[in-house]
């Protein structure tokens, strides 16, 4: 049975590159390195090379006490240039008709561990704090509380694929007929708590991190928030343009990749890989093996 189409209504992004399509696009093919860059904010005494955002946030301060994290600040941040087409589906649908379904992993957890390290000083907890900051779902609440919609909202927290899941959610929410439209994606501040877990795994480099080199020496974290808009409609009332199917989105990502010559440089190295297993070689490194046979890399 054919799945019926989901449409991309508006999309957006505020990440550590920036927070317009024109600023992300120009630091994405910037020769000079930008985005990541070293700081020991989140981990004093210990310098990291983080994507922190830069740009200036909304304040959160006349939100409800459980709103009023950086997480929240980022979800609306990135969230400001769709509002238009949010109230648009919410003329045309009623709220109700409307959904938030977001990818979160770490909520208000920079705040509650400020509040612990200030509790554990002996100057007693922040005034107001509360400790439904750190609850998940608080996100989708907040979103939805900002945009004066009032159907289904909530947050799927499944760590590095919650935003995917979030978005295949909504559309799934979409096809069974339950809303019209939907507000989808994700948002994580950094924090010194998620730092410190991929830490322990050995997984954190503090240099700009160095991929399918045989000198990796681990991963960067950083922080951000995508949000979109889809709907069961082609158009909807939302958009200014005929969007397309999100499948194009996938498309698209496909399209991205053949530009960037990932698929070659994938292909390549699982060829290589395939070769010294046919040959009896040790493969057990097939990324750094590669990097190694490469003219004027060294060992």
């Not at 509002?83 to 938030?100: M, T």
């Not at 410190?196 to 795994?201: N, R, W």
């Not at 990502?253 to 190295?269: I, K, P």
Request: hydrophobic residues 40%; charged residues 15%.
């Amino acid at each position: 049975m054919t799945q019926s189409a989901v449409y991309l209504q508006a999309h957006a992004c505020v990440c550590a590159l920036g927070d317009t399509p024109e600023a992300i696009r120009a630091a994405l093919w910037s020769d000079a390195p930008s985005g990541v860059a070293p700081t020991d904010r989140h981990t004093p005494g210990r310098v990291l090379n983080l994507g922190c955002v830069t740009a200036p946030l909304p304040s959160v301060d006349r939100l409800p006490p459980t709103h009023r994290s950086r997480n929240n600040a980022l979800l609306l941040a990135a969230l400001a240039p769709l509002r238009e087409r949010v109230q648009a589906a919410i003329d045309r649908f009623g709220p109700r008709r409307v959904a938030v379904v977001l990818g979160v992993s770490t909520a208000g957890l920079d705040e509650g561990l400020a509040a612990i390290r200030q509790a554990r000083a002996g100057q007693g907890w922040p005034a107001g704090y509360d400790y439904a900051l750190q609850e998940m779902g608080n996100g989708a609440d907040c979103v939805a509380r900002e945009l004066g919609i009032s159907g289904p909202a909530y947050v799927i927290s499944t760590a590095c694929s919650s935003g995917a899941k979030a978005i295949a959610t909504g559309a799934r929410l979409l096809r069974s007929g339950q809303v019209d439209a939907v507000v989808a994606g994700g948002g994580d501040a950094l924090s010194g708590f998620t730092i410190a877990g991929f830490s322990a795994l050995d997984a954190v480099s503090a240099e700009r991190c160095n991929p399918l080199s045989a000198h990796r020496a681990g991963i960067n974290l950083g922080e951000g928030a995508a949000p979109l808009v889809a709907a069961r409609a082609p158009s909807a009332g939302l958009a200014r343009k005929p969007p397309a199917p999100i499948s194009f989105v996938c498309a698209s990502m496909r399209e991205f990749s053949r530009l960037m010559n990932l698929q070659g440089v994938q292909q390549h190295v699982f060829e290589n890989h395939r070769r010294r297993v046919d040959t009896g070689e040790n493969a057990q490194n097939p990324i750094d093996s590669n990097a190694r046979s490469r003219p004027g890399s060294s060992s």
